[in-house]
């Protein structure tokens, strides 16, 4: 920015470390239909139960009583949405698209739960995205991931990962979010063991959780009160600072 007065170029980089959110959080009685619209489609969708489904199927047999809640909360106690949700219900006209391509990352790709959690936590590790691995880390560990592999994708390591779906998932989205490309090698890999529709969905999953990244930050939207925020390692920071 040119500061008007001396003419210089001033760095009004935002500072690191928690603020007031800039978006007030929208209470469920004040919005309109298109902004219901929104908040029904993230509380009425796949997210509020967490699994993918709304109802058990008949194959399940009895339903653990803890899938059916979601990882974290979407709504505060007042019935406010948290996290990037708020920020949705702002413009409803991208906002509903917005969260029903989130749905389609997380619910209605072939990717195991397990493979797209490693590569959400992956971009929320090098945003250094607060809210991002608040909530991921908790769908992380209920696909499956241990506390070793999530340590290692916090500090920005390669976790110890056997399957090779896997392995090739962290070593893509580890180059997309580094790089934003993937070298020839890297691709044609991807392309043979997770197949062409995947590695289209991949790319789209970086670019979304970026995006959700960059609105988090800019809207000061941390982990919710109460709740720990995440230690990323001290030896440097990665794109995009703190949230």
Same mark, same amino acid.
């Given at each position: 920015m040119i500061d008007p007065v001396s003419g210089e170029r001033v760095?009004?980089?935002?500072?690191?470390?928690?603020?007031? /959110?800039? +978006?007030? +959080?929208?209470? *469920?009685? /004040? +919005?309109?239909?298109?902004?219901?619209? $929104?908040?029904?489609? $993230? /509380?009425?969708?796949?997210?509020?139960?967490?699994?993918?489904?709304?109802? *058990?199927? *008949?194959?399940?047999?009895?339903?653990? *009583?803890?899938?059916?809640?979601?990882?974290?909360?979407l709504a505060d106690e007042s019935g406010r949405l948290l996290g990037p949700f708020n920020a949705m219900l702002y413009s409803p006209s991208v906002g509903l698209p917005l969260q029903d391509l989130g749905a389609a990352l997380r619910f209605r790709t072939a990717f195991t739960k397990r493979e797209r959690e490693i590569a959400t936590l992956v971009v929320a590790a090098h945003l250094r995205s607060d809210f991002e691995w608040y909530a991921h880390e908790r769908i992380g560990r209920r696909a499956g991931l241990a506390d070793g592999e999530m340590d290692a994708l916090r500090e920005g390591r390669a976790p110890m990962l056997a399957d090779v779906r896997e392995r090739v998932v962290y070593e893509a989205t580890r180059q997309l979010v580094a790089d934003g490309d993937l070298a020839d090698a890297v691709f044609t890999e991807a392309a043979t063991t997770l197949g062409r529709a995947a590695v289209v969905e991949l790319v789209t999953l970086v670019g979304y959780y970026r995006a959700l990244a960059l609105q988090l930050r800019v809207f000061r939207v941390g982990v919710p009160d109460g709740e720990p925020a995440p230690e990323w390692p001290a030896d440097g920071l990665a794109e995009g600072g703190h949230e």
């Open positions: 760095n009004d980089r935002p500072a690191r470390g928690p603020a007031a /959110t800039r +978006l007030p +959080l929208l209470l *469920p009685g /004040t +919005l309109s239909d298109e902004q219901l619209a $929104v908040y029904e489609a $993230v /509380t009425g969708g796949p997210r509020a139960s967490g699994s993918g489904r709304t109802s *058990p199927s *008949p194959e399940d047999g009895d339903p653990d *009583p803890s899938a059916a809640e979601p990882p974290f909360g």
